[in-house]
């Protein structure tokens, strides 16, 4: 990805912002967070939003604010960025992967429900490559169970499922704005959004050294607060966040139709009933390694995501799981590709890209 176009193009505006906070000197949970925290809870059609420090923090604590703790099971796809996992281990709680569908890359009800015992307290649902899962079903079997869904949103703000924004489809949504991220901010931030006025009341708190006011601790939290100057330029990234996505699925298109001639190649997946940001435009190929160099060699960017599925990473060695015990993560994991992707990707850009991927399987 090319941030630097973006720089290009709106840099006078944050450059603004960030003079405005600087004369300000207001630095951490002051106006800007706020407004943001507005902004992304009505993105999301939720009454909440909790401004935090990352989108790592988002899941620890929405992972906590559901109720999980120490020797808790929680149920997440091995098929993610480690942090899905690593927040789950931060607060001592077992993860407990179920294998996700070939087609979506996302868990599914039915990979779920194999994996609920009488100690799952929460499951994580990951909407990978800004791609949303099949909220309904999984919604279904968690509600049977009264088991709270966290959605993992770091990867799918603005997409949509059955016209439902992702973040509304759980008890609580966890967004990242790392810099890479289809709305990125300029260092580490984060939030969560939520309908419940319980859940926000509580996480404001534990963002805050668990205080209730100002020196009153009511229990142990962090410092994990968003920083006004990421505020500042989020909420500008934000008024062309719709317009950068919608240029996301042209070239994403644009990409399928020109890859649809190539039988080596899998193109993605969208369900009718999704509109997908395309964070990622990531396909299936075989002799991938290989394509990779190939593309590499011809300075045509290209990255895996990701290489190694959670349950074969050392981190989880102790949870006893071997090659073949989630085979679609692990089949996944040696076979997708993401091809350069970012609004301001020029169609030339995606013909050469298309073309030399029919070049390296028509030789
Ligand atoms: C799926 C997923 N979950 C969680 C995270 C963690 O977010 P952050 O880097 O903001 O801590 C990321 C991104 O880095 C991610 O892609």
Redesign the pocket.
């Known amino acids: 990805m090319d941030l630097g176009a973006q720089y290009a193009a709106i840099g006078a505006e944050i450059r603004e912002a960030v003079t405005g906070v600087m004369a300000s000197q207001q630095f951490v949970l002051g106006r800007q967070g706020a407004a943001l925290e507005e902004e992304i809870a009505a993105l999301c059609g939720v009454r909440h939003g909790i401004g935090l420090a990352?989108?790592?923090?988002?899941?620890i604590l929405a992972l906590r604010a559901v109720g999980v703790a120490a020797g808790d099971e929680v149920i997440l796809p091995p098929f993610?960025?480690v942090?899905?996992g690593s927040?789950v281990s931060a607060l001592g709680a077992q993860p407990v992967f179920a294998d996700i569908d070939p087609a979506t890359f996302n868990l599914t009800a039915t990979t779920i429900s194999q994996r609920i015992t009488s100690r799952t307290r929460a499951i994580i649902v990951?909407h990978?490559y800004g791609l949303a899962a099949d909220m309904d079903a999984i919604r279904e079997v968690a509600a049977r169970r009264k088991i709270p869904v966290v959605e993992?949103n770091?990867?799918a703000i603005g997409a949509t499922y059955k016209g439902r924004p992702t973040g509304a489809l759980g008890d609580a949504a966890?967004i990242?704005?790392?810099p890479t991220?289809n709305l990125g901010a300029y260092g580490?931030?984060?939030m969560i959004v939520t309908n419940s006025g319980e859940m926000d009341a509580r996480l404001r708190t534990l963002r805050n050294h668990g205080q209730a006011s100002r020196y009153d601790s009511v229990e142990p939290g962090w410092n994990s607060r968003l920083d006004e100057i990421q505020a500042a330029i989020l909420r500008v990234k934000l008024r062309y966040l719709k317009e950068w996505e919608r240029r996301r699925r042209l070239h994403a298109a644009q990409y399928s139709k020109l890859l649809s001639g190539v039988t080596q190649v899998t193109t993605p997946h969208i369900p009718e009933h999704c509109e997908h940001v395309f964070h990622q435009y990531t396909i299936r190929v075989v002799r991938r390694d290989e394509l990779q160099k190939f593309l590499t060699d011809r300075k045509i960017g290209n990255a895996v995501y990701y290489p190694i599925p959670l349950h074969l990473q050392r981190i989880y060695a102790g949870l006893g799981h071997r090659t073949g015990s989630f085979p679609n993560a692990e089949q996944a994991a040696a076979e997708v590709v993401s091809l350069p992707m970012f609004p301001e990707l020029r169609e030339e850009q995606i013909e050469r890209v298309a073309k030399t991927i029919a070049e390296f399987y028509g030789r």
């Open positions: 990352s989108g790592t923090d988002a899941l993610t960025f942090a899905t927040a990951v990978l993992d770091a990867q966890c990242s704005f790392y991220k580490d931030a984060g």
